[in-house]
């Protein structure tokens, strides 16, 4: 009797691995949305939603700009995943902004997590933000490493020659990284004509 019921057992399992290979194979793909249906997904009240709904505009549609209105005002929605994967996609897309978008964007300096921030200076190095610099230059004497090295990074692609004053005494920093980053930042904006 006990060879009988471990026979039945792994006929079941091997019937049951069968089924269920077969109900996955045959399910229906999941339908990809159209530009406008992510679009429209933007608005939504689901922040992860509209976090994947940036990503797949950024992805899918990356000469597209139709989604960047609705992106913008996203910049100051209540949501910090919203608000920072805005930033990120407009930067990455190289979004054309005005004064009031910059403003919305580097107001994200305020925030709290540090990863907000690093990521509004990952964005501004996509975007024309020259303007930007003096909202930056204060962050290389941020007590977070990661702010300040991006800090450093996103002056070295906004920056010129007259950048490199406030970044020199970070050749002295405690941190090695930093003093790597600001040796490099300096040697790029010396090179800038």
């Known amino acids: 009797?006990?060879?009988?019921?471990?026979?039945?057992?792994?006929?079941a399992l091997?019937?049951?691995?069968?089924?269920?290979t077969t109900l996955s194979c045959t399910a229906a793909p999941k339908?990809?949305?159209?530009?406008?249906?992510?679009?429209?997904?933007?608005?939504g009240p689901n922040p992860d939603k509209v976090a994947n709904a940036m990503l797949q505009l950024e992805k899918r549609f990356p000469t597209s700009k139709k989604g960047f209105p609705a992106m913008k005002n996203?910049?100051?929605?209540?949501?910090?995943?919203?608000?920072?994967?805005?930033?990120?996609?407009?930067?990455?897309?190289?979004?054309?902004?005005?004064?009031?978008?910059?403003?919305?964007?580097t107001a994200m300096f305020k925030a709290i997590n540090p990863q907000e921030t690093m990521d509004v200076l990952k964005s501004l190095r996509g975007l024309k933000a020259k303007s930007t610099l003096p909202e930056i230059l204060p962050l290389l004497q941020n007590s977070h490493l990661g702010i300040v090295r991006d800090a450093i990074r996103t002056l070295t692609i906004l920056g010129d020659k007259s950048t490199i004053a406030s970044i020199e005494p970070l050749l002295k920093h405690a941190d090695t990284k930093v003093q790597k980053d600001a040796q490099d930042a300096i040697f790029t904006?010396?090179?800038?004509?």
């Open 74 to 105: 996203l910049l100051t929605d209540s949501r910090e995943k919203v608000r920072r994967k805005a930033a990120r996609v407009l930067g990455i897309l190289h979004a054309d902004v005005n004064e009031t978008d910059l403003k919305n964007i």
């Open 14 to 20: 091997t019937l049951g691995a069968f089924s269920f």
């Open 189 to 193: 904006l010396k090179a800038k004509s």
């Open 1 to 11: 009797m006990n060879t009988f019921t471990k026979r039945n057992f792994i006929l």
């Open 31 to 43: 339908k990809e949305l159209t530009e406008d249906e992510l679009i429209t997904e933007l608005a």
